[in-house]
């Protein structure tokens, strides 16, 4: 039909009726077809259906989804065939692939663990710097633990002030500083940012590990007193 015309790209239905159809099966694909042919011939009530690629009339190769069930054509075995061109839906799906491939990638790569938060605070995602800081696998978090959990009990109080003042202002990302508590009772201080995500009552977290840079800061002013110390008790004088 003239349906059939288009996917083939052709010009005519003589630039199609009466050819061979292996002519128009890229070679990847014409084991399986030939099975499946085979299959609906010998069992006359099967029906198949299944994405593969022809070649156009003009050699180029189309995505389709095709479905086949027997068909007795003037008294002789045959095969009806339903085709639908879907290479838009392919490139959109190649196009997703590429994007999500391009997120993991961020997700991994940033040096922030990274969390998501479904609306009953349960974290459904995590990324490998998040593993990190929590000392939990991937498979121990995910969709069984709510971020909550992670708060020593003595700064829970502060989760509920930054809730208060998000109250204020929903859509504003809500920051909050907080010792986490890891798989081992090690406490960690940290500093997140939550912010929902548009259209949902979900949320992105991103958790900011301070201890290594308070622990540093404290070596540096205990050496700046040092020094000021050393100034002013030697007995030279010194002049900067």
Not at 67 to 84: D, E, M, P, V
Not at 93 to 118: C, H, M, W
Not at 211 to 238: G, H, P, W
Request: proline share 2%.
């Amino acid at each position: 039909n003239n349906a059939c015309l288009r996917i083939f790209r052709a010009r005519n239905p003589r630039d199609l009726i009466g050819r061979n159809i292996w002519d128009f099966i890229p070679e990847k694909s014409r084991k399986a077809l030939s099975k499946a042919v085979d299959l609906i011939i010998n069992n006359k009530k099967t029906y198949i259906s299944t994405e593969d690629q022809i070649i156009a009339a003009d050699g180029e190769t189309v995505d389709i989804e095709i479905s086949s069930t027997y068909f007795n054509f003037n008294g002789k075995h045959g095969i009806q065939a339903f085709l639908r061109d879907i290479s838009k839906r392919k490139k959109a799906e190649e196009r997703l692939k590429n994007s999500e491939k391009d997120y993991k990638q961020i997700f991994e790569s940033t040096g922030n663990a990274v969390i998501f938060i479904d609306e009953d605070r349960t974290i459904s995602r995590v990324n490998g710097e998040c593993e990190k800081i929590s000392g939990y696998g991937k498979s121990e978090i995910e969709g069984k633990k709510k971020w909550t959990e992670f708060i020593a009990p003595e700064d829970y109080w502060m989760l509920e002030r930054s809730n208060t003042l998000r109250n204020n202002d929903p859509a504003a990302p809500m920051g909050i500083e907080f010792r986490l508590i890891d798989k081992y009772g090690k406490y960690h201080n940290v500093f997140m940012t939550i912010a929902y995500l548009p259209d949902s009552r979900k949320s992105v977290a991103s958790i900011i590990d301070l201890t290594e840079i308070q622990k540093a800061e404290e070596i540096l002013a205990t050496a700046q007193q040092n020094y000021r110390l050393l100034v002013e008790n030697t007995k030279e004088a010194i002049a900067i």
